[in-house]
């Protein structure tokens, strides 16, 4: 069974930085998709950045510039790097693997920004 496991997330400054962390356990092969997606309360959940396989990759308007994302393939891993941090991004972070004919979610890692 394919288990995603988040880390990284917490209690940040205005300004400060997070980096979040989800790695895949079991039988996957051939990840498509690697993304990250965020919720907060009373909104839809909304796509914040997403890798391709080759490298490629998009982010969400107000995380360009400060938010990069990666992959380690070897690792069945992705990260999200997350500076200059505002209120905003107060949201429980969600990893989003895909590969073909599946989609896998992670159980989320809350990241609170402070004023």
């Known amino acids: 069974q394919v288990q995603l496991v988040e880390s990284g997330g917490g209690l940040v400054q205005a300004g400060g930085s997070l980096r979040l962390s989800c790695a895949a356990s079991g039988n996957i092969f051939s990840i498509n998709i690697m993304g990250w997606y965020r919720q907060a309360p009373g909104k839809q959940r909304e796509l914040v950045a997403r890798?391709?396989?080759?490298?490629?990759?998009n982010y969400e308007d107000s995380a360009k510039g400060r938010f990069t994302i990666s992959r380690d393939n070897a690792k069945n891993t992705v990260y999200l790097q997350m500076n200059s941090l505002k209120p905003e991004d107060t949201a429980v972070y969600y990893c989003n693997f895909q590969v073909v004919g599946r989609v896998y979610w992670g159980q989320g890692t809350q990241v609170t920004v402070s004023s």
């Open positions: 890798i391709t396989s080759s490298g490629i990759t």
